[in-house]
């Protein structure tokens, strides 16, 4: 589908008519404010999207516009695939750039579909790439043999897990082995661990694993289970430093059940795994008292967030979108940008850790 975006009355109105959004505190974020999100398929997008483009097609000259194209496998990643496209669209209308956009589903991250989808991207003559792939896809995309010349940006991976990366290719992941090491200094020497069985929780475990450190419990989390009883009572959680690596459902039950079971720990220590207004939702207050949560998503530019907002892209709490961000302005502005303190480092967004602890409205963070 191609995509010529060219929206200036769309920009007159949305420069116009916005307006200046609240001033929070640096050192406190209160998500009662938060906007509520709008159910809007990704499908829908790319018509949307069609539809304005088609109106000014034959009027358009394309070498008037920087190209840009989203990849994304919509059986993997759906979920951030509309988030992505409005943060792109987002940055764009701010800075007020034409632009050609273009958005292609390879649908999975099998082989053939990855090589497919590439050959697509280069007999369109795009040259600047945003791909929200994951680790599983890089064996297949470092043995393309044509892609070199593209400027490809990856957000959901962390140049740390990847051996021998193409010069080419930009990577946007969270760094979690610099969050769990951050973490670690609030520790008091006694670690516990709660994990998922999924690549990333096991990958948690590993790092907390490698602070070496003693480690008095370590308990995969069943996904299938929503009570833990036997699980929070385990005597070695009493005053240890639990590392909580496990979605938001299951950690906001945790956080309850330690509770309720009597089991107090020293400290419950995450990484922007549950860095989200929804952990203030699912417990009560003095569930995580004692919760502290590691965040990499810095402020930036609030023109730019407020245009952001119009188009209902959250970079408070939505690292992916950040990382997008992050990716598209890197792309314009050959990583010339002053709008973020997080700059790319050898191929890496070099992401600042920050840690937060929780207060009945939101999170606060630590001096």
Known sequence: MKISYFIFVLLFILTGCATSPKNIAEQTIDVSTLPQSKTISVEDEKQEINLQNEKKADSTQEDD??????????????????????????????????????????????????????????????TNVIALFTQDSLETLFAINDIDDLNLYLPLVNKNEVENSPLNIVYGGIDY??????????????????????????????????????????????????????????????????????????????????????TVPYKILSTQLNYTPLVISL?????????????????????????????????????????????????????ESTLFPSKIIENQVDYDVKLYKNTRHGFKKLQ
């Open 65 to 126: 516009f920087y190209k840009v194209a989203i990849i994304f496998p919509s059986k993997v990643v759906g979920k951030y695939a509309k988030d992505s496209i409005n943060t792109v669209m987002a940055y764009m209308l701010h800075n007020n750039i034409k632009f050609q956009f273009e958005v292609f589903d390879s649908l999975t991250q099998d082989n053939q579909n990855i090589i497919e989808v590439f050959k697509e991207v280069k007999n369109k003559e795009f």
């Open 283 to 335: 417990t009560q207050y003095p569930d995580r008292r004692r919760f502290i949560v590691a965040n990499s998503i810095s402020k930036t530019d609030l023109k730019l967030q407020e245009s952001l907002f119009l188009l209902d892209s959250d970079i408070e709490y939505n690292w992916v979108n950040y990382a997008t961000l992050i990716g598209i302005d890197s792309l314009y502005t050959k990583n």
């Open 177 to 262: 082995k610099k969050q769990i090491q951050t973490l670690e200094t609030l520790s008091n020497q006694k670690n516990s661990i709660f994990y998922s069985n999924s690549r990333l929780g096991l990958k948690l475990k590993e790092y907390v694993e490698q602070l070496e450190q003693p480690i008095s419990v370590s308990t995969m989390i069943d996904e299938n289970k929503n009570v833990f009883k036997k699980i929070v009572k385990k005597r070695g959680l009493q005053n240890s430093s639990l590392f909580l690596n496990t979605s938001i459902i299951k950690s906001s039950i945790i956080l309850s059940q330690l509770r309720v079971y009597g």
